[in-house]
């Protein structure tokens, strides 16, 4: 089986398949059906708009057997992105084009049929001649055929599949009604003072074929540009050995190795550039911002999977592989956001087939009505057409999924990836915005304002402490290590460290800095790099700052690693200081600024309050809260929760975990760490805060038309069945009625499909 399936460390296995086979929002809750009598399928579901389906089995043989059984009732399961060709691809073209034919069909027929049946309604039999009224009946009969044969094909065969599974689903409703329809008028057609409802078939199945057809193109459209996220990689890449470069496939590759890429190549792998410190290399990341703009790369950093080579060729390190990588997580989350189901599936899915036998039952009642107690038999059999055709379950089903899986699309063009998509659905009551300032609102940009010996040691020259402070900020993610890189590293010819010296137990801590221990000519001392306080400073240590820019510090110190005896704390045998500034990331001012329309805004930021204050100070907060340890982010936005604000946290990913499982939306910025913030709900792959506009934006257009959606759906059918019943609706306009109604539904949700121009600057 081709589809997309891990093993979790509990055993379990969970996956992601694409459905091919599904006509309507009907066929997902027939396939949820399905897999609930499947033994060791613990959980199964399918999102309608998107087609793709997610599950957790106990093990690997439910899955084998509910695709047999899925086969068997007319579906395939297959996966997306696998180098083995796939014959569900095949398979998903062949319904795809029999769709479409189907459609063309129908539209001709139902051309041909109310040319026909035209002059019945415009002139009296008499004025036509019973002849020629028999001649234009017998030609409706003969184009109508094609249609209950081939084009009402599919509903005849999902209605009785589920008539012997014993469920209610809304294909029964069309198929009854077009078998119903065209038997009646079959055995009319000499009767000349009875209607015939060959046009009410024929515009019913071109209208529901022709808003399928269009639902199932934008849906495609949509999918192709999520899927564009994911580029095809090389299967084989360049690696270094002992005796050169060798050709190596791919999935032969461990972390750590050395790859090499060519001019044009794509990155199958995340890795860290290697090469002279000054080189710059040009790569393409538009499979993460979503932006043609090359990006310049420096040793040091990363080259996500995905990313393809502008210049000459480069060397880096293997970070991650497969899964793990930029790209396997990037698929992960695009699978889990298209087969995951809007909040109110599950209630549709039990209040739909109720649906179906309250219709049914309203059709039964109808006839009854008409036909016993006002005993007008004609009107009887026309009333429970029309309750029977009138009847849209279809726009209620998809009033929803289809909105998200175009928001997902919107979102994602615009450098938004949606990580819970359940969470998409509750952004639009957002009303307090909570940002994070250093890696979030600052690019990586940066200029080094001022370096202070505080403590000086001749054993430890402040180039040698440069170069160890280098060293450890290279194996740091954090914002201000990856400044301070950039700003020490042109800088890192000056000293040539000794041989003997190396790094040990490099340890990170999270809002504080990082440490390891370095062994040089027989001694070994403790080296941190961070916050004031962990490399062990006191406040009158710290050399104030000599200008008025706002500067975020960072202080490097060697310790000994004997407890000084007085203090019972290592003693600091040398420190320097070194004042970072860092560029407010672009377009800064006029986000926020559309933030504060309508959300209250507020910087929490772990710099020093002072610093925090003057930072940018045009730009406008509602509060500047500076000074805070992720604990204490955490009680904030827990003591807004419980003042009844709804919270969403804006962060690096790397500090902010506590802060991003608090808030009730978490939104990671973009950076090294994006894709590792396991606590976030959605990812920015652009820098600046216009995606985050963008995501507010769509998540309130989403809500209003999901809302608009249903609302639309319960009151076309609360009004329709009534008038249908009442026999105030023909057949014909019944039909009418259906189509639209689910056109409507399409079209609004198409609304969100392409990201506005304006907002997406």
Known sequence: MSTIQTRRADGRWTGYARVSGM???ACAVELEQAAGRIAGLDEFSVNPASGWASWVAGSAQAIDEFVDRARRMGYALSGSGSDVPDPAVGRQVRQGRSHLLRFLVALLAMMQIMMYSAPEYVYSTADIGHAETLLLRWA??????????????????RAWRAVLDGRLVMDQLVSVSVALAFGLSSLRLNDISQPVWFDSIAMLLTLLLGVQWWMNL?????????????????LTVDAKTDGGW???PVVQLKQGDTIRLGPGQVSPVDGQLVGRADQQVHVDEAMRTGEAAPLTKQPGDTVYAGSRNLGDSLNMTVLALDANSSLGQLGQLLRKALSSKPSHRALLDAVIPLFVAVVACCALASGVYWGVVKHQP?????????????TCPCALALAQPLVRLFAIRSLAGSGVLVRSPEALDHVHAVDTIALDKTGTLTTREATLNQTVDLIQDDAWPPELLDALALCLAQHSTHPLSKALVQVLLPQAHRVSLDSTVRLDHIQSQAGKGISATVQ?????????????RFVGLSAWQVQPHQTDDPVSSVYAAVLSTTADAASGEPKVLAARQFDVVLKPSPGLSCALTALSDRHRVVLLSGDQPNAVQSWQPQLVFDARLGGLTPEDKTCWIAQQQAAGHQVLMLGDGLNDAAAFAQADIAVAACGASTLSAE??????????LQAVVHLLTIAQQAHRLSSQNLFWAMLYNAVALPLAMANLLSPWMAALGMGLSSAVVVANALRLRTPNPVEAR
Not at 146 to 156: I, N, R, S
Not at 219 to 227: D, I, N, Q, W, Y
Request: hydrophobic share 50%.
């Open 378 to 390: 004609s009107q009887a059999w026309s009333a429970v057409v029309a309750v029977l055709m009138v």
């Open 218 to 234: 934008h849906t495609a459209r949509a999918l192709k540009h999520l899927g564009a996220l994911q580029p095809d990689v090389p």
């Open 520 to 532: 040089s000519k027989g001694q070994v001392v403790v080296l941190r790099l961070g916050s004031a």
């Open 246 to 248: 060798e050709n190596r």
């Open 23 to 25: 006509d309507c929002a």
């Open 140 to 157: 409706q009969w003969v184009i109508a055929l094609p249609l209950v044969l081939y084009c009402a094909l599919p509903y005849h065969q």
């Open 679 to 688: 606590q976030s709900d959605f990812l920015l792959m652009k820098p600046g």
